[in-house]
């Protein structure tokens, strides 16, 4: 079955930097979106970056130029690379993956159980 395990998160100052992994298993990248959201503290989930099987990638205005998504060349792990980081990106961060091409519109089918990043 699908798995999604994300790792990484943590404590770190404001403009610092954390790296966060995402351990995909039981599907393959073909035709399928996937991507980093997050959810602050008494706030709705929201997209942060995602990546297409061809490579394509999106960002949340809140993180151009301070993150960057990517996937390892076997397809196996996601990658969010978080610089500059600010107070406002505390959040948990999950990763997500769903059949279709971003930005979509479609459902994210499957989701990892999060890994929180706090930025204080």
């Known amino acids: 079955h699908v798995q999604l395990v994300e790792s990484g998160g943590g404590l770190v100052q404001p403009g610092g930097s954390l790296r966060l992994s995402c351990a995909v298993s039981?599907?393959?990248?073909?035709?399928?979106?996937i991507g980093w959201f997050r959810q602050a503290a008494g706030k709705e989930r929201e997209g942060v970056a995602t990546?297409?099987?061809?490579?394509?990638?999106n960002y949340a205005d809140s993180v151009k130029g301070r993150f960057v998504i990517s996937k390892d060349l076997t397809d196996t792990t996601l990658y969010l690379q978080m610089n500059s980081l600010k107070l406002e990106d505390t959040a948990m961060y999950y990763c997500a993956a769903g059949l279709g091409y971003c930005p979509g519109p479609f459902d994210f089918d499957y989701w990892g159980q999060g890994t929180q990043v706090t930025v204080s």
């Open positions: 039981g599907y393959h990248y073909y035709g399928v979106c």
């Open positions: 990546i297409n099987t061809d490579g394509t990638t």
